[in-house]
């Protein structure tokens, strides 16, 4: 199975835009892709997710390509509060059922 | 309101005991379940996941089981410990976001 990978770690300054990449080539055809966070050990946060139009809530803005086999997440205005590891899940159907796997994770550091 | 139980929240077990960690999903019927887990400092690893009563997928091979003997029951379980098995388990559903329970977190020693 390919996996839903992400880079490890990714730097940015506050108040500047942060973009998150996701690859997920194995994604099926009418499953979302999920964006969730988690700060230190707590269970994981809901962002944002999609099929296959750009999305946009309060928190992030969400790209999806065309070909739907990546994703990037968009924080508008880091802060320190964004701090985190973020994760995107994608579905691959197994049958009826979908398994829903976690990338690999980014780990999102916000600095003055 | 739809809302999902998991518990209990912290164990410490010695190698070669049984687990069993459970949850349940309220306001709502049918629903897919998940079960994660992420030892320290890694990623959340699916280990199972189910689409009725009685069917579960197992995506790795492990000591761990699990059941649905309700629709919105959603067990699991080990017989026997290993020192590997520590980790934080989460359980899930999906009713167009994903919502995650509140994690057990497992310590074997």
């Not at chain 1, 770690?9 to 892709?33: F, K, Q, W």
């Not at chain 2, 699990?66 to 559903?93: E, H, N, T, V």
Request: charged share 15%; proline share 5%; net charge neutral.
């Amino acid at each position: 199975d390919a996996k839903t990978t992400q880079p490890p770690s990714m730097d940015c300054a506050e108040g500047r835009a942060a973009n998150l990449p996701c690859n997920h080539s194995t994604i099926s055809g009418n499953e979302y892709v999920y964006w969730y966070r988690q700060i230190h050990s707590q269970g994981p946060q809901y962002i944002i997710h999609g099929l296959k139009n750009n999305e946009t809530n309060e928190m992030a803005s969400l790209i999806i390509t065309e070909d739907r086999k990546s994703s990037t997440l968009i924080l508008p205005h880091a802060t320190l509060r964004d701090t985190a590891v973020y994760y995107c899940i994608v579905g691959i159907r197994d049958g009826t059922a979908s398994k829903l796997t976690f990338g690999t994770g980014t780990r999102l550091q916000v600095t003055l | 309101s739809q809302t999902i139980h998991q518990w209990p929240a912290t164990l410490v077990q010695p190698v070669g005991s049984p687990l069993s960690l459970e949850c349940t999903v309220e306001g709502t019927s049918n629903p897919n379940l998940y079960w994660y887990r992420q030892a320290a400092g890694r990623g959340l690893q699916l280990l199972f996941y189910s689409v009725g009563i009685g069917q579960i997928s197992s995506e790795v091979p492990q000591n761990l089981s699990a059941s649905r003997p309700q629709d919105r029951q959603f067990i699991l379980s080990s017989k026997k410990l290993l020192l590997s098995d520590s980790g934080f388990y989460l359980c899930a559903w999906r009713s167009g976001e994903l919502f995650f329970g509140e994690g057990s977190r497992l310590t074997v020693l």
